[in-house]
């Protein structure tokens, strides 16, 4: 289309820079909600790691060691869902440090939200409340856990060794229960002999 007059190229370029400027802005708007949507996904995965340890304990306080090394198991598979959505937020966070002109290292939460306007300014300090909230009790959960477990084989190592010492001081428990000295001879070994 020939261009008519002086004003009129001026506009065409002005509408030019502003389709290309246009477009680099929602793609990089589009790049902040992919974050947007990684961190949620995070934030769910991390809650079902927390359900799963909730569910572990009760298990290991029943007993249940079939079910616990299923849910061990599934725990290996979330993490590794979980490092994946790290691989593919530290990606975007790339993309965004270039956009904004900022180290990656710098692009915290809180420093991503410092820089934001709402509505993603909102969205991202909700989720890293969320996120330091939900990781916090993780940690408190799998501290709890490995306390039981501890305490678990604590008591165990206990009985064995109390075991080990009667075996070695020849004692044995009567029928009514009572720790006495063994007298060497086998129950089958006596009636024989």
Same mark, same amino acid.
């Given at each position: 289309?020939? *261009?008519?007059? !002086?004003?009129?190229?001026?506009?065409?370029?002005?509408?030019? #820079?502003?389709? &290309?400027?246009?477009?680099?802005?929602?793609?990089?708007?589009?790049? !902040?909600?992919?974050?947007?949507?990684?961190? #949620?996904?995070?934030?769910?995965?991390?809650?079902?790691? &927390?359900?799963?340890? /909730?569910?572990?304990?009760?298990?290991?306080? #029943?007993?249940?060691? *079939?079910?616990?090394?299923?849910?061990?198991? =599934?725990? $290996?598979?979330?993490?590794? %869902?979980? %490092?994946?959505?790290?691989?593919?937020?530290?990606?975007?966070?790339?993309? !965004?440090?270039?956009?904004? @002109?900022?180290?990656?290292? #710098? /692009?915290?939460?809180?420093?991503?939200?410092?820089?934001?306007?709402?509505?993603? %300014?909102?969205?991202?300090?909700?989720?890293?409340?969320?996120?330091?909230?939900?990781? %916090?009790?993780?940690?408190?959960?799998?501290?709890?856990?490995?306390?039981?477990?501890?305490?678990?084989?604590?008591?165990?190592? $206990?009985? !064995?060794?109390?075991?080990?010492?009667?075996?070695?001081?020849? /004692? =044995?428990?009567?029928?009514? @229960?009572?720790?006495?000295?063994?007298?060497?001879? @086998?129950?089958? *070994?006596?009636?024989? @002999?």
């Amino acid at each position: 289309m020939p *261009v008519k007059s !002086l004003d009129e190229a001026t506009s065409i370029h002005f509408s030019t #820079e502003q389709i &290309v400027e246009d477009e680099y802005r929602n793609k990089h708007i589009e790049c !902040l909600g992919d974050l947007i949507e990684i961190l #949620e996904n995070e934030l769910k995965h991390y809650r079902i790691l &927390v359900s799963m340890l /909730l569910e572990q304990r009760k298990c290991f306080a #029943e007993g249940n060691m *079939v079910s616990f090394e299923d849910i061990n198991k =599934r725990q $290996g598979t979330m993490i590794l %869902k979980i %490092k994946t959505l790290e691989e593919a937020r530290k990606s975007v966070i790339s993309q !965004l440090s270039q956009w904004l @002109g900022v180290p990656p290292e #710098e /692009l915290t939460l809180s420093g991503l939200a410092n820089l934001m306007d709402d509505p993603y %300014k909102g969205q991202l300090i909700i989720l890293r409340e969320d996120i330091k909230s939900t990781i %916090k009790n993780l940690e408190n959960i799998k501290e709890s856990n490995a306390y039981l477990v501890q305490h678990a084989l604590h008591y165990v190592s $206990g009985v !064995l060794r109390i075991f080990a010492s009667s075996q070695s001081q020849n /004692l =044995r428990y009567s029928n009514d @229960g009572q720790l006495e000295q063994d007298q060497g001879k @086998g129950k089958y *070994v006596s009636g024989w @002999g």
